[in-house]
């Protein structure tokens, strides 16, 4: 698999990625190996992942598929000079399950696609009422929208929260 790491960042930066395991050990790239930072001298060149950007605000990077299976924090950084250095600013943090080929969907995905049946029937169930007349729809309108909210599907401005706060474009 390739470029699981993602980051929104305006186009024309120089940005990299640094993958930290759950003791805070950075993944030294050449050495194939979780290590503290600075060991035998190594800079943030030594383990600074690749991202290139994409015409728009998208930069992505790969997982090193000699990091084994589990939970991982990736550090994003700007690069100021010519190379990673130990001084860049970090830009922003995120987490990745990695089965050690691949990125590992969260269970999620199961449970959105029970909440996506659930607003399919509670959509099926509400619909306009025999007489058709507008009290009746708007009625059965708000019974869709309970039911929505009773199954925990996000309405459409939590959907666009949840992107704003992870710094996705809207």
């Excluded at 930072?37 to 992942?49: F, L, M, V």
């Excluded at 969907?105 to 909440?115: C, E, N, R, W």
Aim: glycine fraction near 12%; charged fraction near 15%.
């Amino acid at each position: 698999m390739a470029n699981e790491i993602h980051f929104y960042y305006p186009s024309g930066s120089t940005v990299y990625a640094c993958v930290r395991n759950a003791a805070g050990l950075v993944w030294y790239v050449a050495g194939s190996v979780f290590e503290a930072w600075g060991t035998a001298g190594r800079t943030a060149a030594d383990y600074a992942i690749t991202m290139t950007g994409d015409a728009g605000d998208l930069y992505v990077g790969s997982m090193d598929t000699d990091i084994g299976a589990g939970r991982y924090d990736v550090q994003v950084f700007l690069r100021a000079g010519g190379a990673p250095a130990d001084a860049d600013d970090v830009l922003g943090a995120d987490e990745i399950q990695w089965s050690g080929t691949a990125e590992v969907l969260p269970a999620v995905v199961g449970s959105q696609m029970t909440l996506t049946a659930a607003y399919d029937a509670a959509k099926t169930a509400a619909q306009p009422g025999a007489d058709g007349d507008t009290l009746e729809t708007l009625s059965d309108q708000m019974d869709v929208i309970d039911t929505l909210a009773r199954v925990g599907l996000p309405t459409i401005s939590q959907t666009v929260e949840q992107q704003i706060i992870n710094g996705a474009p809207v």
